[in-house]
């Protein structure tokens, strides 16, 4: 029985932060099956997400944290507050290297401007600091949007910081691959899907250990009273779960209340995990579990 050959209008339309050559690019296509997605640019991780809800796209990959800025609050404000029908499906971690990148080969006393996403310069400051102590840095909206307007724009004097993907999109040259500081530089992104579809999510590799993680937020108004927070920790340091994270986020517009979010190991197939989390259901305004998945491996 034959199939119908695979085109790219049948394959899952997979949203990221564009433009192409952004890492999020590269943490889609290093954690897909080659040709078996249809990747989508939009142009913030807010408009990458929502489309999920709209029917625009089948998933998403989007950032959730990196090892040294730490975890990226816009994706937790989105999960938390406004993709309620969003849910974790899985995760892929990527070794993050930057790259100097110009439109034509040059010298690196010839640099004036270092173009770059805000974040990156404090990655690359012993490097900015050593290599190119005289560069004026000017911030963009991604590195891949620094080495495009680099590339296309050609002007002396002007490189940007950004992956080598890009540069080979976009037509640029790169000067020095991996000006990063330290090399354990990794952010942990997230595949998301419409709530029940995360089986089917077309990761290449769901993790090969048999290790899962489940994500979970909460808050309420036991949140002002002295051990509120160990109550619902107590939860899962009872039933020896082991929390990977924790951290809080100020509400939107509710100053003074917060929602925190954790990281667990297990399932909420396990009953001591389903469990955990119908306890601090009982001490909460809100405790909803944003995803169940396999754990990734390292970068």
Same mark, same amino acid.
């Given at each position: 029985m034959s199939t119908a050959p695979d085109t790219p209008a049948t394959r899952p339309r997979v949203g990221y932060l564009g433009p192409?050559?952004? !890492?999020? =690019?590269?943490?889609?296509?290093?954690?897909?099956? $080659?040709?078996?997605? &249809?990747?989508?640019a939009f142009a913030t991780i807010h408009e990458a997400v929502t489309a999920l809800p709209r029917g625009e796209v089948d998933w998403s990959v989007v950032p959730? =944290?990196?090892?040294?800025?730490?975890?990226?609050?816009?994706t937790l404000d989105l999960l938390a507050e406004e993709a309620e029908s969003v849910e974790i499906a899985g995760e892929v971690m990527l070794r993050i290297r930057h790259s100097l990148i110009a439109a034509r080969e040059m010298r690196l006393e010839e640099i004036e401007t270092v173009i770059t996403h805000p974040q990156v310069p404090g990655q690359c400051e012993r490097f900015l600091r050593t290599e190119l102590p005289a560069a004026r840095v000017l911030t963009s909206?991604?590195?891949? =949007?620094?080495?495009?307007?680099?590339?296309?724009?050609?002007? $002396?004097?002007?490189? /940007?910081?950004?992956?080598?993907?890009?540069?080979?999109?976009?037509?640029?040259?790169? &000067?020095r691959e991996g000006v990063e500081d330290r090399d354990d530089n990794e952010t942990r992104f997230l595949? &998301?899907?419409? /709530?029940?579809?995360?089986?089917?999510a077309p990761l290449r590799v769901h993790g090969t250990d048999g290790r899962w993680k489940t994500?979970?937020? !909460?808050?309420?108004?036991?949140?002002?009273? $002295?051990?509120?927070?160990?109550r619902c920790l107590d939860e899962f340091a009872r039933r020896e779960i082991d929390l990977t994270k924790i951290e809080s986020r100020p509400r939107p517009g509710r100053m003074g209340s917060y929602m925190f979010f954790a990281d667990l190991a297990g399932s909420t197939r396990e009953p001591r995990v389903a469990e955990a989390i119908?306890?601090?259901?009982?001490?909460? =305004?809100?405790?909803?579990?944003l995803g169940s998945y396999p754990a990734a491996e390292p970068a």
């Open positions: 192409e050559g952004t !890492f999020s =690019e590269e943490a889609l296509l290093s954690s897909a099956a $080659p040709d078996a997605v &249809l990747p989508i959730i =944290e990196n090892s040294i800025d730490g975890s990226v609050s816009v909206t991604s590195t891949a =949007e620094a080495v495009r307007t680099v590339a296309e724009q050609g002007q $002396p004097g002007q490189a /940007a910081l950004g992956t080598t993907l890009a540069a080979r999109i976009y037509g640029a040259k790169v &000067l595949w &998301l899907g419409r /709530a029940g579809a995360g089986a089917g994500s979970v937020v !909460f808050w309420g108004q036991g949140a002002g009273r $002295p051990g509120w927070l160990v119908a306890g601090i259901a009982e001490l909460c =305004e809100e405790a909803r579990v």
